[in-house]
């Protein structure tokens, strides 16, 4: 339970994992090695989101876009992913943590979706945490994706056109069944937000630290975290106190 000081602190947070590439190369090493670096980082934050509060944690591990990097690269990134699930599973699963994966798995190899797929179904009942890890993700080719979906519902007579809404829309999305994001962190000092969550962020916060992610730590997390508990979030609306 979130303690009083953490009420309204944000509940769901996504982070666009960024630097690791940078971080190796200024150590005079391969991209790999702040891959593998970044990794530990994940155990770490995953690790602290019970005491701060936040219930939802989703990252960014590889986009639709990150197909475009060398072929060694791309192999190394999907070797890190099955080896961090099939060592990280079983504290994942003692820890409460819940895992999900979000992103279109057509592209990925069938012995990586079959972890995937192991780890969501082993992890299914716990419910102290909840990591999604976005792998193949794009957010437009999730909308896509989702609009496909609901155009075949209508085209089979299964939905009309006329209840599609935004709602509506949603239930088709990988997120189904996740709240929006309150709070987005991007490290490494770019201020961007690369197709990550487009249609989820609508309301979200931004957070955009200079610190490379395998530098990014607990304290750090907890620092830009406490920073949202200030934030004044209308959501469109004004505040009572400035209606006149
Ligand atoms: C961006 O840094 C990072 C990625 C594309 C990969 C993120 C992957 C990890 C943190 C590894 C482990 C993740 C899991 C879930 C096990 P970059 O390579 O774009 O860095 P740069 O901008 O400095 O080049």
């Known amino acids: 339970m979130a303690k009083d000081s953490q009420k309204n602190g944000p509940r769901h947070v996504a982070i666009i994992m960024d630097g690791n590439g940078r971080w190796a190369q200024m150590r005079g090493r391969p991209r790999l090695f702040g891959h593998h670096a970044g990794a530990k980082r994940v155990r770490e934050i995953v690790e602290s989101c019970p005491e701060l509060g936040v219930k939802y944690l989703t990252i960014f591990a590889f986009s639709t876009e990150n197909w475009k990097r060398t072929q060694t690269e791309v192999a190394g990134l999907m070797k890190l992913f099955k080896r961090y699930i099939q060592r990280e599973a079983r504290d994942l699963f003692e820890a409460g943590v819940r895992v999900r994966f979000i992103g279109d798995r057509v592209k990925l190899a ?124 209308r959501f469109g609306a004004v505040r009572e106190a400035d209606v006149n």
């Open 110 to 233: 069938d012995d990586l979706v079959d972890l995937m797929d192991h780890l969501e179904l082993l992890t299914e009942k716990n419910d102290k945490c909840h990591l999604t890890v976005a792998i193949n993700y794009g957010g437009r080719d999730e909308v896509t994706r989702a609009a496909k979906r609901l155009a075949y519902e209508v085209e089979q007579g299964r939905l009309s056109y006329k209840d599609v809404d935004a709602e509506t829309l949603a239930k088709f999305l990988d997120t189904h069944v996740l709240p929006d994001p309150d709070l987005v962190i991007r490290t490494s000092g770019e201020a961007r937000i690369s197709n990550f969550l487009l249609w989820q962020s609508a309301y979200a916060e931004y957070e955009f630290v200079d610190t490379l992610w395998p530098d990014f730590t607990r304290a750090e997390f907890a620092r830009v975290v406490g920073n949202f508990s200030g934030r004044d979030r």
